[in-house]
Structure formats: structure tokens, C-alpha cells
């Protein structure tokens, strides 16, 4: 039985079911997680050669193993990479470590140490593929699963928490369709905020103040609603600046520190609007907001009277 695992994502969905697939092949073990951006190596050493008092062996899974990445943490424990180097020389072959680490930096020695020791698992497992694991005995068509995927703005954890509710949901029928998600799944904040966006730009004064309503009735306050109208806004603009280039959503959303789902949907919008349209939207919402912080009109009227005049 191999007990040495490295698992390198930064996808939450992938690092799951990676570690699941290794525990699979474990029988009567204790499932021990530690994160090491508060814990040090060496009590993670220390538990793996210490008996288990409920199992036979020990699954450790060890998160956020930044001293195996060329990028600075911030973590401030102190690891003693000794303690672990000698550990790897020689394993507990009763227990499995699993370090997780969104990337290695393989000029490190401890790395290479790793790389001859360690199974290293790199590759990212496609959401479709662990989607297909978790449907079991329920029907859902592909183009459901796609429109899943999208609803929840294509991040994986959500995708994978929403299937759970829609199983819930429809344990008894056993089929899940597009209707159940619009029906159970709460819409994306992020799709809102464009749609509002869309709305205003394009003059749409019914549908402005309705989509505003919507986002109060769900715990949105009116100087947060401001706030992120504005910065969807200077995102598109932003966004429209650098494509310029032919920069792609996943470099643009590095330079931005932006997620690529947003940047994707405004690349999408960039296309509507002028440059000199975008900068004149925002100084409308930098007048309302200094209103607003002056006290001269109360938060929600000032926005109100903003949408009333687009």
C-alpha cells in the first residue's frame, strides 16, 4: 500500500476527490485533517507515528503545504522540514500522509525528496467527471448538468454543494431537470449584478428597479448594491482595456486578482458598451455614493433617483 500522496490544485472539487480515491483503498482507518497555515509539520509527524486509538490506521491529510510551493503564504508557523525529510526516508507503513498544496516549486530540495518518495497527483480532474460520481442512482441529461454548471457561476464547490441540495430535493422522483435548479438553486450574486448592470445601460428602467427590489429582498443593502454595480462596471471596463491585446479570461483574471467566471461574463459585456459610456457610468455612481456618504439623501432614495434618471 503506497502512503505517500502530494496533491497539487487549487481546486477545491479535485483535491476531494483525490483524497477520497486514496482513502478508498483503506479499510478501518481514522480520517485526521490538519492545516499547516496554523499547524507545524512536526506535530503532523509526530500524530503519524503515534497508534490510533479508534482504527487500525491512520488517513492524515495535511492542507495548505505552502513550503512545497515557490509562492510566499500566510502562514506563520515555522515548519521544520527536517523532521519531515527524515520521515520520508522512513514512512509508518501503516498510515498514509497526504500533503495538499495548490502548486510545488520543484528547485526546492524538499520537493525533490518528494518527487522520488511521493505519488504526486497534478492533474485536474474535469467537474463533469466528478459530477458523473456523485449523480448516482439519479437521472440528470447533460444538458441539465451544463446548465447546473453555469447557474452556479462555474465554481466547482458550489456545483457540488448545489447537487446535494437538488438530490434532496428530488429524492423520491430521482431525476433532476433544469426547472428544479431554477426552482431550488439560488442564482449566482454575480449574474445579478451584471443583469442589473445590462439593465442600466441599456435604459431599462422597469426591469432596473425590479432586479434592485430582487437583490434588497435578499439581504442586499442599497449602498452595497452601489458599491458592487460600480465595481461590475469598472471590471467591464477594465476587462475591455486589456482584451484589447487578445489577453484570454484566465490571464486577464491573473492581472486583476478576478476569478475567470467574472471576467468571462465581462468580456461578454464589453462588447455592448464604449469606453467613454463605462467611465460616464461610473462618475454617475461616484456622485451617488459621495451623496450618500455626505448624508444629503437618504442611501436607497439617492440609487432610486439614479435609476430613475438613466
Known sequence: M??????????????????????FSMKEYERIDYDLAET????????????????????IVAYQAMFLSAEKGKSEVDHNLKVLEKYLSNPNPENILILVTESIDKRKKIVSTLLEKATVLEKEIPLNDIL????????ID?????????????????VLQELEKLKTYKWE?????????????????????????????NGNKKDSFAMYQNLLLHGEQASSVLSKLANKIRLIYQVKILAKDGSSDQE?????????????????ASYKYSEGMLLEYLQKLAQVDLNMKQGNTVAGLSFEVFMASI
Open 132 to 139: 458523473k460520481d456523485k449523480i448516482d442512482d439519479y437521472k
Open 40 to 59: 507545524p509539520i512536526e506535530q503532523v509527524i509526530e500524530d503519524l507515528d503515534t497508534i490510533p486509538l479508534f482504527s487500525k490506521r491512520k488517513g
Open 142 to 158: 447533460k444538458k441539465t448538468l451544463d446548465f447546473l454548471i453555469g447557474y452556479c457561476g462555474n465554481h466547482n464547490e458550489r
Open 252 to 268: 486577464i483574471g491573473k492581472k486583476l486578482s478576478v476569478h475567470p467566471y467574472p471576467v468571462k461574463l465581462a468580456r461578454e
Open 173 to 201: 422522483e430521482k431525476e433532476i431537470t433544469i426547472s428544479d435548479i431554477k426552482e431550488v438553486v439560488s442564482r449566482n450574486i454575480e449574474d445579478n449584478i451584471f443583469s442589473l448592470v445590462d439593465s442600466i445601460l
Open 2 to 23: 503506497k502512503n505517500l500522496y502530494v496533491i497539487v490544485s487549487s481546486d477545491k472539487a479535485t483535491q476531494d476527490v483525490q483524497i477520497e480515491n486514496i482513502l
